[in-house]
């Protein structure tokens, strides 16, 4: 018998021009982009002219504006290019270096510029009122109103100057626990059913915990933790570190807590966080019953946090190549009107946003990402066989949608939206394509693979990414209140809430009290709730799409649009979302329990 035909992963200039996206928008080749390199490193001098003079008329605060747009602007173009071509391959130090130079010219940028916020600040507030009123900076009040906000946390000449040279130590405790985790941490190997030994990385866990054998999938958990358990007090110094720093900031910034601070860049007040855990937590029902109903189809007396990721069924979906993939999200997508789906269609297909297949060096996973008026580039791995392909091209194709309108409707400095909102337009297109879908696929096996997917999708990133915003306000209020955060305080925090969010459910090993040590996120504290407000925002406006309201289509373009031009609150509300209640955060979890019973119904039928 012929040995097995293995397919050979292709080197970038064997990838077919169409597969690839063209970067000719942005620059044509590299001599051009050295051109405008050098253009700006002419323009950053310019600055110092307006250095002491921002507050002397609203045309000489302009005309200083006016520059940090255009050279911001340049700066993007010129990150972007550089960047992108060295995701093609990251062997390639031409790239590379060009790479390098951008961050050097973006740190001589923000040297010259770093004057601006503070005497903006420090322009008396009878002038500044004025300034407001001025025509000449009509076009830039919101970002002056915004800048202004952070008047009462920017301290003195000499105070800031010491915070700034802590930056270099700052965030220590993060880049150990970098090492640690990702460099150190061995997990041994495990030998599977078929008697194969595999190594156990943070890579292939899940894959493990998706094993029909509940014995491999057991072994796997415990194996892995107990590396962690190993580890376990410099973990919780490396993690204690990290908190005690944010109260630090927090304290000379004179905020009234750590979460004040987090929240304030995008001017989103406690009450909303709060209002994300309290809501969560009261309608944790569908979960539990998910939970039952998953134990009741693996014959298993109790569930554990290995047993949650098994398939509930082992039917693959059928093979799906890039070109059948749009298709399907263009169709999905008919909610939000014919501008949206031919624009996109043309990006996805004609005129090269992606690059599509991967090559030898090319960069892993997905991203979508370009610069101010060019095309919002996506990068894809793509693969026929896997589900996630499709379901990660409409969750790109999102960010861009969202880049492309914000971009054509603002000005440069109120083109990038905020992280607050970011995943809305994302996981709103994922919602359609699984509605699609749902419609769609007559199969009574697609219909729990992909009812299956969505309830996961929800426990994930709804439920435990709010438990995960619940653990860092615990312990940010524990240090900010004079307390020890031990080993022991960790591991009993963390498991209370285990117990409170699987609502008793889930039978709790004492390994996975040691979970919250290998959280990323935690190290860049009150992020994750993001997850779960932007999934929620998403679930509420795809139910009206769905229901082919007009208004919410236009109102929902708008959004899209509106770029950084508003706070993320205000948006939202404009689109019908109101965060400062808990009737978006009910609404995804109701739609959670109509998942279940539909599974439920297909399950046990």
Known sequence: MPPAKIEKIPIRSEVPLEYTWDLSPVFPNAEAWEKAYQKLEKEIPNFAQFRKKLSQSPKILRSCLELESKTGQLLEQLNVYANLKTCEDITNTKYLALAGRVQYLSMLLAQAVSFIAPEIQSIPDKIFHEFLTSKDLAPYRFSLENLRRFKPHTLSEKEEYLLALHTESAGGAGKIFEQL????????????????????????????????????????????????????????????????????????????????????????????????????????????????????????????????????????????????????????????????????????????????????????????????????????NYKDELEDSIFTLAHEAGHSMHSYLSDKKQPFHYSHYTIFVAEVASTVNEQLLIHYYLQQLPSKEGRIRLICREIDEIRTTLIRQTMFAEFELRIHTLAEQGQPLTLDVFRNEYRNLLDTYFGGALKIDPQLELECFRIPHFYHAFYVYKYATGLSSAITITKKLIEGNKEIQKRYLDFLSMGGSKYPLEQLKYVGIDLTTPEPIQIAMNHLGERVYQLRELLLK
């Open 181 to 380: 985790n990702d460099a150190d941490l061995k997990f041994g190997t495990i030998t599977d059913d078929k008697g194969k030994k595999t190594e156990l990385t943070h890579g292939n866990f899940r894959v493990f915990l998706k094993h029909k054998e509940r014995t491999l999938r057991k072994k796997a958990f415990f194996q892995y933790y107990k590396s962690y358990e190993e580890h376990a007090n410099t973990l919780s110094a490396s993690l204690s570190s990290s908190i005690l720093e944010n109260v630090f900031y927090a304290r000379a910034r004179k905020y009234n807590s750590v979460l004040e601070s987090a929240l304030f860049e995008e001017n989103i007040p406690p009450a909303v966080y709060h209002n994300l855990l309290k809501s969560v937590k009261e309608n944790i029902t569908p979960l539990v019953e998910y939970l039952q109903l998953r134990k009741q189809v693996l014959g298993i007396k109790d569930i554990h946090a290995y047993d949650l990721f098994v398939p509930l069924i082992h039917k693959t979906h059928k093979k799906q190549n890039y070109e059948e993939a749009v298709r399907d999200i263009i169709s999905a997508l008919q909610p939000l009107g014919k501008e949206y789906t031919q624009t996109l269609e043309e990006g996805l297909l004609k005129k090269r946003w992606v690059d599509r297949y991967e090559n030898k060096g090319k960069r892993s996973g997905a991203f979508s990402w370009g610069c101010y008026r060019c095309p919002p580039y996506i990068l894809m």
